[in-house]
């Protein structure tokens, strides 16, 4: 029912997200924009329109949602990368190049999250953090 939907909805917000991994998905949705910046500038004549801030919002909702759903009161870059692709694919805009070359919004992804390093956090934080945030609630 809703009320249980609710409160599922209010858990999940509780999932801990370290700043670097918000940094990396901004890193992220960034690079979708500015590839050139990235080291690929290659990939620029196949993106009309990349990603929007929102994206990275979203790509730190979901992951925090999958953490929760994996029974994890934290995130961790892996979340954060197995939701990359259903949050960003529909977002970019290709241009005709890559409809020509057969190139798909998945390799575009590819290879920019292969160029952004994925940031490494101590799991003893989020232990720490996951105590506390639990032990108030």
Not at 35 to 61: M, Q, V, W
Not at 81 to 107: C, G, K, P, Q
Request: charge should be neutral; charged fraction near 25%; aromatic fraction near 8%.
């Amino acid at each position: 029912n809703t009320q249980q939907l609710i409160a599922l909805q209010q858990d999940a917000d509780k999932v801990y997200v370290d700043p670097a991994l918000i940094e990396y998905a901004v890193k992220i949705v960034t690079a979708t924009r500015q590839p050139k910046d990235f080291g690929l500038k290659e990939l620029e004549h196949y993106l009309t329109f990349g990603a929007s801030p929102r994206a990275s919002i979203n790509l730190i909702l979901a992951g925090r949602a999958l953490a929760f759903v994996r029974g994890r009161g934290y995130v961790l870059p892996q979340d954060v990368l197995d939701v990359a692709f259903d949050v960003i694919r529909h977002r970019l805009v290709l241009s005709y190049e890559a409809l020509s070359d057969n190139v798909t919004a998945d390799d575009l992804l590819n290879k920019l999250i292969n160029r952004i390093p994925v940031p490494e956090v101590p799991l003893h934080e989020y232990v720490n953090r996951r105590s506390s945030a639990y032990s108030n609630a």
